[in-house]
């Protein structure tokens, strides 16, 4: 079984950074008045609840003990200063110590600590700063504990709202509102446009028949939407629309491409390109909400009202066919025009 090699206490204190620069008269004392322990690997040095009574300088080997808080362990080695540190108010140790290999200690009872102050100045503001970097060290602990703790229960709430079937309904329903707001929003700048019935009627046709056949649409890969969804947003950058990011993905979904989107902004010119751009991206994701299991689709929008509180009128209804494909957008844009 490996040991310590004994030398006198008073060399082996001589090696520790805080006693390092002492006279030999203090170091002597020092040596004299405490107890020179030694522990194999594995034996208990201090008992759990035992009093918080004695500094201990570890001379060669290693302490072992469980944290006071947030479980684990912390191990500290030769040349730490531990234990009773003065003006520190603790009065048990936590937890059983053992030694992590063959270990020796320097162990002085707080009886002394007056008397080690007056023969030996010098360190009391040593032993201070050690109760200081315990303290900050303990406390960075516990916050670091109580940030593991709160991110815990963050994940288990995220969890549970994605897990959980009425979450998903409420989420669904935010997104619904909004995109109904927007198609309001849109409904409204386009009647104070002086657009003829004509060009909001053909409108209300290609919003219709893209929405009622999205759902036999080709699935496309991440890769080639996102390739679609930049060639779009760059083409609505060009035309001034404001907030492209928004629309394009939308637009994609209903196999829009620069050729269709030409053709709409030559009848929608200015500001109206926007607004009838905007309420055909609203429409898209408005008809893309799901009622249950089924495969129904909400009814795209309600009836388009003209300044002067003229007639409303409804689009048509959406059938059931195949997914449009770019030429239907070209047909129905050059119905437009």
């Known amino acids: 079984m490996a040991t310590v090699a004994v030398t006198p206490l008073i060399e082996a204190l001589r090696g520790i950074p805080e006693f390092a620069d002492l006279k030999e008269d203090q170091l002597q004392w020092f040596a004299s008045n405490s107890e020179d322990l030694h522990f194999a690997t594995g034996d208990l040095v201090v008992e759990s609840g035992a009093p918080a009574d004695r500094l201990i300088v570890i001379l060669a080997g290693g302490l072992q003990g469980a944290r006071r808080t947030g479980g684990g362990m912390y191990i ?3 040349g730490t200063i531990t234990g009773m540190l003065p003006f ?5 140790f936590p937890s059983n110590i053992r030694a ?3 270990t020796r200690l320097a162990a002085m009872h707080k009886d002394r600590f007056e ?7 010098d360190i009391q503001p040593r032993l201070v700063g050690l109760l200081t970097d315990r303290v900050r060290e303990a406390t960075r602990a516990d916050q670091q504990l109580e940030k593991l703790a709160a991110l815990g229960k963050l994940s288990a709430g995220l969890a549970h709202e994605l897990n959980n079937p009425a979450s998903a309904v409420r989420r669904s329903a935010a997104g619904l509102r909004e995109a109904l707001a927007t198609l ?4 409204f700048a386009l009647c104070r446009e002086d657009l003829t019935d004509e060009v909001l009627e053909h409108l209300a046709e ?3 028949d893209v929405a009622a056949r999205m759902s036999g649409s080709p699935v496309m890969d991440a890769l080639e939407r996102s390739d679609r969804e930049d060639r779009i947003t760059a083409w609505l950058e060009k035309h001034g629309v404001e907030k492209p990011w928004e629309l394009a993905p939308a637009l994609v979904e209903a196999e829009a ?3 269709c989107l030409d053709k709409l902004s030559a009848r929608f010119p200015g500001k109206t390109l926007q607004f009838a751009l905007r309420r055909m991206s609203a429409t898209i994701e408005v008809a893309n909400f ?3 299991q089924s495969d129904q689709r909400i009814h795209l929008h309600g009836p388009v009202r003209r300044e002067g509180n003229r007639p409303a009128r409804r689009s048509g209804e959406h059938a059931d066919h195949a997914a449009p494909r770019s030429e239907e957008w070209h047909q129905r844009a050059e119905r437009i025009r």
């Open 206 to 208: 290609i919003e219709n």
């Open 257 to 259: 491409d620069d050729d």
């Open 88 to 92: 520190s108010r603790m009065t048990v």
């Open 100 to 102: 992590t290999a063959p």
């Open 290 to 292: 799901r009622i249950g």
């Open 184 to 187: 309001r929003d849109a409904n």
């Open 115 to 121: 008397e080690m102050f007056r023969r030996i100045p």
């Open 76 to 78: 500290v080695g030769a």
